[in-house]
């Protein structure tokens, strides 16, 4: 099976393309390292588009090219896929989880698969995922040891904003059919599904994109600031 639909192969290349440009070899052998991983860990591969290429790999991708400008940038690049690999880590990995999820809100119980929720095991994945990108970041030469340690920090801040916006703001529809409550539109049985909370435009692709935003500002802050953290 593809992992990419046709049009996410093309957005999958121009972010390839923009990371290489302005990070070179190192920052797309780290992008790689994000798709790789996190694609391994979904059944079957699933097959990306190009809202979800762009949601998770957007802003890593600008963050990239504006890297030749300030080292700061290149700690927002990494930031940014350290939080995409944690939301996908934490959700693949949570899936897993024998325990029930929780909403991140208020604690409680809800079914899989609803927005917001989350596991022990699925956070300690999510963390993973993130420390995981930050040590390839060291690894690869793109930030220093302490600058990695920011990227970790950065991608489970935009992990955990992942979930919290999924909990509060995210669109959420009901099937009035057969009543089914899922994220998107038109439910799988063909029927247009109402609004039941949330607003409309926050989809889980908006809500991929803003965790990836503060993944990369939380990462690059301390640098703005004057924090004593070189880069490499």
Same mark, same amino acid.
């Given at each position: 099976?593809?992992?990419?639909? *046709?049009? /996410? ?5 121009? &972010? ?7 990070s ?9 390292? @994000? ?9 079957? /591969? /699933? ?10 790999? /957007? ?27 944690? +939301?996908?880590?934490?959700? #693949?990995? %949570? ?13 409680? !119980?809800?079914?899989? %698969? ?30 220093? *040891? ?7 920090v950065? %991608?489970?801040?935009?992990? @955990? ?13 009901r ?7 899922? #994220?998107?539109r ?5 029927? +247009?599904? #109402?609004? &039941? ?7 889980? +692709? ?7 935003? &503060? ?11 004057? !924090?004593?953290? !070189?880069?490499?």
């Open positions: 099976m593809s992992w990419l639909s *046709p049009r /996410g192969t093309l957005a999958a290349l121009l &972010v390839g393309g923009a990371v290489a440009a302005g070179g070899w190192a920052g797309l052998v780290l992008l790689l390292a @994000f798709f790789l991983s996190s694609t391994s860990l979904t059944p079957g /591969g /699933g097959r990306r588009t190009a809202t979800q290429v762009g949601a998770n790999g /957007g802003v890593a991708a600008a963050a990239a090219l504006l890297s030749r400008m300030s080292p700061i940038w290149t700690v927002a690049f990494a930031g940014a896929l350290a939080a995409a690999a944690a +939301d996908t880590w934490s959700t #693949e990995i %949570g899936g897993r989880s024998r325990s029930a999820p929780r909403l991140v809100t208020t604690r409680a !119980v809800v079914p899989r %698969g609803t927005s917001g929720a989350v596991t022990w095991l699925g956070t300690a994945g999510g963390a993973a995922g993130a420390a995981f990108i930050a040590a390839a970041a060291a690894l690869l030469g793109i930030v220093d *040891p302490r600058a990695a340690v920011l990227v970790a950065g %991608g489970i801040a935009g992990g @955990f904003a992942d979930s919290l916006l999924g909990a509060t703001v995210q669109a959420r529809y099937c009035p059919a057969c009543g089914a409550v899922g #994220e998107t038109r439910h799988a049985c063909g029927v +247009d599904a #109402e609004l &039941v909370s949330g607003r409309s435009w926050m989809t889980n +692709d908006t809500v991929n994109l803003a965790a990836t935003l &503060v993944g990369a500002a939380v990462a690059a802050l301390p640098v703005l600031i004057a !924090v004593p953290v !070189v880069t490499s």
